[in-house]
């Protein structure tokens, strides 16, 4: 049976990354998802003619705007309540504590700057529903905050691509680191964490 890895990869990566990029915006398992070194291995995928770079860059600007959106969303219907759940494996307070924190220190530019912060990124639209910002705001910082994440970092990955010589031949090599530096954070905050209520 002939396997094809390219083709494997154009049929289904779309339905792997437009979701990932939806859960991490608005979904609160989305915290410890890789999206930044997911948008950056795209990009650099569709350097390499795997992925079409427009409809992976749209398709990630619209997907982060919708999860800020529902992310505004649940904070605004559910609120404080969100900080007197008990903590389990998938939602720990102090994350919501953290952005708050981060909301305080950099006002409404925080739904911009939160994209590149890893939990923040997660729980920053959530406070700005709680702390009832008026949605006409928090939607445009919203947009241009989508537009440098999920199209910049994207579009990053895809030039990046483009200036490596014969990348083709280290594809595979490549994406395994990309994979690996992607999961490492993620792992080192679990263990953090689990170190942490240990004690």
Sequence with gaps: MHFDFKELIQTY?????FPIVFAESGLLIGFFLPGDSLLFTAGFLAS??????????????ICAVLGDSVGYSFGH????RLFKM??????NPKHLDTAEKFYEKHG??????????P??????????GIGRMEYKTFFAYNVVGGFLWGVLITLLGYFLG?????VDK??????????????????????????????
Excluded at 119 to 128: D, S, W
Excluded at 162 to 166: A, T
Aim: charged share 15%; glycine share 4%.
């Design 170 to 199: 280290y594809l595979l090599p490549i994406l395994a680191v990309i994979i690996v530096a992607s999961i490492a954070p993620t792992v080192v905050h679990l263990l953090q964490e689990r170190k942490h209520s240990s004690k």
């Design 162 to 166: 483009h200036l490596i010589p014969d």
């Design 48 to 61: 390499q003619g795997f992925l079409n770079i427009w409809i992976l860059a749209i398709g990630c600007f």
């Design 108 to 117: 409404k530019k925080t739904i911009i700057l939160a994209r590149f912060v």
């Design 119 to 128: 939990v923040v990124r997660t729980f920053a639209p959530i406070v700005a």
């Design 86 to 91: 008990k903590e389990s494996f998938l939602f």
């Design 13 to 17: 990566s779309y339905f792997l990354i």
């Design 77 to 80: 219907k559910v609120g404080r």
